[in-house]
């Protein structure tokens, strides 16, 4: 009988937030009987709007998957967790880093990164033209 690679075990980043949890579905999979790439990437960027949502209070679009890696397969009732942290504010834009942690369906409590991504989102107006992002209101303000 053949082993299924296992990776070590990883930390979760302690400078991310979680800002999704997901399960993927059979629905979900490609030819291969492992999730679908392209459900990752949906996925990712869903996650990854979470924090830009907050500086920019209103329509944003994403402008570029700057880059993304598929470190490991991720399957059929695996529970993902999604962490993200801003690592750029520019003026239209803001950019963040996201990793993807899966626990396995037979395996709860230990965490294996499948994916990591840094997406770049842009504040639009009504018109659909980046606008500049709102100041960030200082807490307790
Ligand atoms: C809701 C959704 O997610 S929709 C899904 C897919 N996304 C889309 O359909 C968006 C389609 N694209 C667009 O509509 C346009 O490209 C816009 C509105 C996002 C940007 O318009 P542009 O005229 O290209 O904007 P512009 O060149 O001024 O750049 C805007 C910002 O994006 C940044 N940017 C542009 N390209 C990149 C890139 N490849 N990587 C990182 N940042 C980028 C710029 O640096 C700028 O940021 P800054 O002001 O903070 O420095």
């Not at 993200?84 to 950019?95: D, E, N, P, Y």
């Not at 991504?117 to 639009?124: C, E, K, N, S």
Request: avoid cysteine.
């Amino acid at each position: 009988m053949s082993e299924i690679f296992s990776p070590p075990a990883a930390q979760l980043p302690t400078d991310k937030e979680l800002v999704l949890k997901v399960i993927p579905m059979p629905a979900d999979t490609n030819g291969n009987g492992d999730i679908f790439g392209g459900w990752v990437m949906a996925q990712v960027d869903l996650a990854g709007s979470v924090l830009p949502a907050r500086y920019m209070q209103g329509r944003m679009a994403t402008v570029a998957v700057n880059e993304f890696i598929f470190k490991q397969p991720v399957r059929v009732g695996d529970i993902l967790s999604f962490f993200s942290s801003v690592t750029r504010v520019g003026r239209t834009s803001i950019t963040v880093q996201v990793e993807v942690y899966a626990e396995r369906f037979a395996d709860q409590g230990r965490y294996v990164k499948v994916t990591e991504a840094r997406l770049t989102y842009v504040a639009i107006d009504s018109e659909g033209r980046p606008r500049p992002v709102p100041p960030m209101p200082k807490a307790g303000g």
